[in-house]
């Protein structure tokens, strides 16, 4: 059996492992900018309304959202206490 290492997957100098983990380190900071980017425009504040009809409709929005997350919390609260028995009296 030949024990020696295969040339192609482990690098041979110093040189050409200092250049991959530069080339790494290139790729993470790149990686970590654009989640940096992502991360702010998905929890940046909304941009404030240009018209009142606008304005309207994302005030509405915003409510049928608390509305249905409400309703959703209900309606859970229901099929727990079915399922685990819980009955007030």
Known sequence: MDNTPDTATFPATLES???RKAALLQQIR???EAMADLTQE????????????S???RAF????AVFD???LGVKLMKKFRMLFG???R
Do not use: D, H, S
Not at 61 to 64: D, Q, R, S
């Open 55 to 57: 304005a309207m409709m």
């Open 61 to 64: 929005n915003t409510g049928m």
């Open 17 to 19: 492992i200092a250049e």
């Open 30 to 32: 790149g990686q970590k």
């Open 69 to 71: 997350g409400v309703m």
């Open 42 to 53: 998905i929890f940046a504040p909304l941009a404030p309304a240009t018209n009142k009809a």
């Open 86 to 88: 819980v009955r007030r």
